[in-house]
């Protein structure tokens, strides 16, 4: 044991073997990932020195010197940026996916990307259409942004950067609403991939060789699309009421007509709107007609509801899945 | 990475060749790894490296030797950490550290950071620069010793 040279210290005629207590603290030590990390390449150079005096005044020494190089470590991570399932619908086009790609080995490398659409755990497969490389703000535009070709422009990176890619994918018109779609980008080191610990002789940075990190010089992580389809239901019925008080058609009969719209669905609809007719030997009362109880005009303006001369018309906008709208209005018989 | 010594081994490796003024300091670095062996055990080997990726653990061994005829008072031993090394701890060797540089020294838990701010935190053992050992006897003429710290390559 090496006990405080500090406070006085136990001088050894043998050396010692290191504590066991030393080799416990080794042996918890967790496996640690190092972002990027000293660049590959360079060169760890150690030497200590002493000071003593032994009766000719206090002299120095340096200790031989130790040179270690930093091979090239190859690891890299692929997350998925969409905080959650996007969202989409059935026959969709253009659907995008972001994930980012980042470079934590500590010397400059390029990766192959690869998608995987097909690898189960969802309820379709998306058909992946392109992957596009950002150019630097995160956001994607297909006229700024890279195409990516495999092979052609496989992206570099050196050291702890990033970049954000984009996957475009298709979904099938067969789908139905609730339905996922998982989609997998897959970032391979170029200078090769496989068990932590592999190394490739004289393939690092700088002329080491290259060694695999935790992350096996691979990375990948999903993303997915959910569904979220609607659909319209319109339920249309009619109360007459005649000027005696009964409910006969006869002519001067009043016919309240009721249209229930309901949307069904996780999904909503945009720019909902209803029409109907006004049926042949009746006239639309002037003004009758309702949205959700409230009265609406005939003019078009501000109101949601208008009417033409020989159809009703009442503009809902987006609804979503789980409400309704009910529209009221009436004609009397010619 | 030519010889894998176990830990034990490593103790024992000989003493360098002396120097001139017969006080002798031999560095030597080595790497701990662990290999799985055939049954599935793990075990700590310690290799001396030529070559390091950032997150291997080195273990720094300083071997000193008064080879001469006497004591030598006030000895001093420091070693700068290389920029490239995030010091982890030195076992039960108990050293003075700086983090500042070598300008001021102490033992590690009675050391603050000056934050941007102007507060000041505790050191923590990544912040140090320099390894030192003080020995408060002399080394009597014909004793060695050995000490020993771990870091990390950044």
């Known amino acids: ?334 | 990475m030519r010889s894998a010594l176990l830990l034990a081994f490593a103790a024992l490796l000989p003493g360098q060749a002396l120097a001139a003024d017969q006080i002798a300091l031999d560095n030597s670095v080595f790497v701990e790894r662990v290999k799985t062996d055939a049954a599935g055990k793990q075990r700590i080997l310690l290799e001396e490296p030529k070559v390091v990726v950032p997150g291997d653990k080195l273990v720094f061994v300083l071997n000193y030797r008064n080879a001469g005829a006497r004591a030598a008072d006030r000895f001093v031993i420091t070693n700068p950490l290389p920029a490239a090394v995030r010091f982890a701890d030195a076992g039960d060797t108990q050293p003075l550290v700086s983090v500042d540089g070598g300008h001021a020294w102490g033992r590690l838990a009675n050391l603050t950071i000056t934050l941007a701010d102007g507060t000041r935190r505790a050191a923590q053992p990544a912040d140090v620069t320099h390894i030192r050992w003080a020995f408060q006897k002399p080394i009597p003429a014909g004793a060695s010793g050995k000490l020993m710290f771990r870091g990390i390559v950044k």
Do not use: W
């Open chain 1, 1 to 334: 044991m090496m006990n405080a040279p500090v406070g006085g210290v136990v001088h050894h005629y043998r050396i010692p073997a290191i504590s066991t207590f030393a080799l416990a603290c080794a042996l918890a030590l967790p496996a640690q990932a190092y972002a990027a990390g000293t660049r590959a390449g360079s060169t760890i150079s150690n030497t200590a020195s002493a000071s003593f005096d032994n009766g000719a005044g206090t002299q120095t020494i340096d200790s031989n010197k130790v040179d270690l190089r930093v091979d090239e470590l190859l690891d890299v991570t692929v997350d998925s940026s969409d905080p959650a399932d996007v969202a989409t619908t059935p026959g969709a086009t253009g659907q995008l996916l972001t994930f980012s790609l980042t470079n934590n080995g500590n010397g400059q490398e390029g990766f192959a990307l690869s998608t995987v659409a097909n690898g189960g755990g969802d309820n379709f497969d998306p058909t992946v259409t392109q992957v596009y490389l950002d150019n630097g703000d995160g956001v994607f535009d297909a006229g700024t942004d890279t195409l990516y070709t495999a092979g052609a422009n496989d992206p570099v990176l050196d050291p702890d950067q990033s970049r954000t890619i984009f996957i475009l994918s298709t979904i099938a018109g067969s789908v139905a609403d609730g339905d996922r779609g998982i989609v997998s980008l897959i970032a391979a080191s170029k200078t090769g991939t496989g068990a932590p610990g592999t190394s490739f002789a004289g393939a690092g940075e700088g002329g080491g060789d290259a060694i695999v990190g935790s992350t096996g010089a691979d990375g990948q992580d999903a993303g997915a699309y959910a569904v979220s389809a609607a659909t319209v239901s319109l339920v249309k019925s009619a109360v007459v009421a005649d000027p005696f008080g009964g409910s006969e058609p006869v002519p001067g009969a009043t016919i309240t007509y009721t249209i229930v719209a309901t949307v069904a669905g996780s999904g909503s609809v945009n720019g909902l709107a209803i029409t109907d007719n006004v049926p042949a030997d009746t006239s639309y009362v002037a003004n009758s007609a309702t949205l959700g109880g409230a009265a609406l005009t005939d003019a078009a303006d501000g109101d949601a509801g208008s009417y033409d001369g020989t159809r009703i018309s009442v503009a809902l906008g987006t609804i979503a899945g789980g409400q309704t709208r009910t529209v009221t209005f009436q004609t009397k018989i010619d």
